[in-house]
């Protein structure tokens, strides 16, 4: 049964998706129609604040606001310090202390806080006039909390046992923070968070150690919070999700069985690789932003002069903001063509330097891949950085971290598949020129906010990533081979039939298939509507869903831009469709109504 209009998909308190069942509906949410917007229970996380973080801000800023504020909230000092740095660069003449930052740690009973289960709450504060400029850091950077560590925090706060740290006065907007309380400043801790990182037997370094105090913490935990936060269970379900990434487990059995059978290292995906080599982050978006802002922040420390970045190929949205909004700017190739390739190989010549590339393999929604064999000659020529998203071919189906320096994805999507959790990571190629340096850069910068119960969620829904990936395969595969025998449709966009499908085959995997996310167009628009709802599948923001998920993409993501779109070929009716694991006579009963409905709409 399809879900009413701003209703969770799936049915759940923590569900990524929403539902927005027909192209009517997506319209009045991109208009802010009142009978859509006063029915949303949820959205997608990074564009709808959670209904329970909007209840956590609102008890933080009835504790502890000024009049006329508003408050974004972050997992770290470290993220809200990169907020607060935003709008005093955006944001002209704002006074000193007007955008300010209150940090929240948690009381213990024990002398010593153990962050694997609790890692405090930065709150930003401003002026709620400029919420819009608050809103762009969370959707862009992806390093808002999420929304179960907000439940955690507003329980924790209610309960009395999530406090305020007093900043003191300050000068400067860079240092508007505190590093927190001396108890919280010990090895293993960075901007006052602590990271007890586990090592390769899946314990965290006070546990291996033999520190007993973790056992009395996590019963405090339990018993205070009334909920199942076990430390070793976290740092397991990380180490579990970076070896699954990493190829070195491939064990769907329960956790410790998983481990216990899985060596430390091994040559799974690629020679070299471990899990050491992979670093998670709160979504997918995360990743991006956080490895482009590790990838400036080692230029700077180097000497170097600012430089652009290049996005090549249309991407998702935010790559592009991000790339645009921090840091010197943005060289945007949106064809990502052969000619595009020539077109940079001409700058470089003439003597212009980039700070790294970013591209999709294969791109959204339009599914085309960049030739990295020539994209990796230049690099190499000429010393920039190529960082590669591999959500939507995922590593199953393609081989791109041999070809590049870092690959980033968004777990949220076809590894977790359920579609109830984010999560992004980021995988140095152990064998790239630049790997020593990038690996000391990470050193350095990298900081782990990744909540311990989405970790917990994601590793039991990635176990049988690799069988789900194969048969969604056939099922996009056959979904597209249909859509292509009818008339009415215009043009399907998808790897087999692309014409950069030699690109992506290049790096297909032996076993490897084409993935599950295609793309539509018709002759007529009203074939594309009349075709959208008739589909009889859940339809709504993201990809990688179990179950096969819709939407009218350009309209969904480009309400506001739709003729600078159509300058890079995707067009103002596009259909996306992320297709599932149901049976195949039902998937193509349904895709063959919804094209009949598109026949007859201009008859």
């Not at 504020?69 to 202390?97: H, W």
């Not at 808002?144 to 907000?150: A, D």
């Not at 999530?162 to 508007?176: C, H, N």
């Not at 000429?382 to 590593?395: K, L």
Request: contains cysteine.
């Amino acid at each position: 049964m399809l879900a009413a209009v701003g209703q969770p998909v799936p049915n759940t308190a923590h569900a990524v998706s929403v539902s927005l069942p027909s192209w009517k509906a997506t319209v009045g949410y991109e208009e802010g129609e009142d009978w859509v917007i006063s029915k949303m229970q949820t959205g997608y996380p990074r564009f709808f604040i959670h209904l329970t973080i909007q209840e956590l801000g609102r008890e933080i800023l009835k504790l502890h606001g000024r009049s006329g504020e508003d408050v974004m909230l972050f997992p770290s000092l470290a993220t809200a310090k990169r907020c607060l740095k935003f709008f005093y660069d955006k944001v002209e003449g704002l006074g000193i202390g007007v955008v300010h930052i209150l940090q929240f740690e948690p009381l213990h009973g024990g002398s010593r806080s153990h962050a694997m289960t609790f890692s405090g709450l930065s709150c930003v504060f401003f002026p709620k006039e400029y919420f819009s400029v608050a809103k762009q850091v969370w959707q862009h950077t992806g390093d808002g909390i999420s929304s179960r560590r907000g439940e955690f925090c507003l329980k924790a706060l209610k309960d009395g046992i999530l406090q305020p740290v007093v900043t003191p006065s300050t000068s400067k907007p860079e240092d508007m923070y505190t590093k927190g309380p001396r108890r919280y400043q010990r090895p293993g801790s960075r901007n006052g968070i602590i990271h007890d990182l586990p090592t390769s037997n899946g314990l965290t370094s006070n546990e291996a150690n033999g520190d007993t105090e973790d056992k009395d913490h996590g019963q405090f935990v339990e018993e205070r919070f009334g909920r199942n936060l076990n430390v070793k269970l976290a740092s397991q379900a990380k180490l579990a999700i970076r070896r699954r990434i990493s190829g070195c487990l491939t064990d769907d059995a329960e956790l410790d069985v998983s481990l216990a059978k899985s060596p430390p290292q091994n040559d799974g995906r690629q020679k070299g690789l471990s899990e050491d080599d992979v670093y998670l982050y709160p979504c997918g978006m995360s990743s991006i932003f956080n490895t482009h802002r590790i990838l400036l922040a080692n230029a700077e420390a180097k000497g170097h002069p600012p430089r652009k970045s290049i996005c090549f190929g249309f991407p998702y949205i935010d790559t592009l903001k991000i790339l645009e909004k921090w840091g010197a700017g943005c060289l945007f190739y949106g064809r990502g063509s052969a000619a595009c390739i020539d077109d940079l190989t001409r700058r470089l010549e003439a003597g212009e330097r980039y700070l790294a590339l970013f591209t999709e393999f294969p791109s959204n929604p339009l599914l085309n891949s960049a030739d990295l064999s020539r994209l990796r000659v230049l690099a190499d020529k000429y010393g920039f950085t190529i960082v590669v998203d591999e959500t939507v071919g995922n590593f199953t189906n393609i081989d791109v971290l041999s070809r590049v320096d870092v690959v980033v994805s968004s777990l949220t999507k076809v590894f977790s598949g359920d579609s109830n959790v984010m999560g992004g990571s980021a995988v140095l190629n152990p064998q790239g020129k630049s790997y020593g340096e990038l690996k000391a850069a990470m050193a350095r910068e990298y900081e782990d906010n990744y909540w311990a119960e989405d970790a917990v969620f994601m590793e039991r829904n990635s176990r049988d990533f690799i069988p789900r990936s194969e048969r969604i395969n056939v099922n996009a595969e056959a979904v597209a081979a249909a859509l292509q025998k009818y008339p009415v449709v215009k043009q399907v966009y998808y790897p087999k039939c692309s014409p950069s499908r030699a690109n992506y085959d290049a790096c297909r995997t032996p076993n490897g298939g084409y993935g599950g996310l295609l793309s539509v167009t018709f002759h007529h628009p009203e074939q594309a509507v009349a075709f959208f709802d008739a589909l009889e599948v859940q339809k709504g923001p993201s990809l990688g869903t179990n179950f096969t998920l819709a939407c009218p993409y350009t309209v969904l993501a480009h309400y506001a831009e739709m003729e600078w779109t159509s300058q890079w070929g995707v067009e103002p009716d596009l259909v996306r469709l992320s297709v599932g694991l149901e049976e195949p006579d039902e998937l193509a009963g349904k895709v063959a109504r919804a094209l009949r409905a598109a026949e007859v709409a201009r008859v």
